[in-house]
């Protein structure tokens, strides 16, 4: 006997998660604290800078130095955090409770 097929449940359309957001924010703030601090330099530096915190927020990798930082790697973790919350949330149900009472665009 065939087993039973499991229905897909799939909203049309694009959602946002807010844990994953949430986890982005740190990362975001380490751009914008580069960003400023290579303005003196030019548009060039500005970017590089940047990137280069943004490197050192997800990885804890400072390229400049050549050397690892692990305690600075906090956008890193705070992302794993929020994609963990958002399969979490997925999997207890919550995201499909939030989408039937007609939040359009946001899941946790």
Do not use: C
Request: glycine share 16%.
């Amino acid at each position: 006997m065939a087993g039973t097929r499991k229905t897909k449940r799939r909203r049309a359309g694009t959602s946002l998660s807010i844990a994953v957001l949430a986890g982005l924010t740190p990362v975001a703030a380490a751009v914008i604290t580069g960003f400023q601090e290579g303005l003196p330099g030019g548009p060039g530096v500005a970017v590089g800078e940047a990137g280069r915190h943004a490197m050192i927020s997800l990885t804890g990798y400072d390229p400049e130095a050549k050397t690892w930082k692990l305690g600075d790697a906090k956008g890193g973790m705070a992302l794993l955090t929020g994609i963990f919350a958002h399969k979490l949330a997925g999997r207890l149900g919550i995201n499909r409770a939030i989408a039937n009472m007609g939040v359009p665009l946001f899941r946790i």
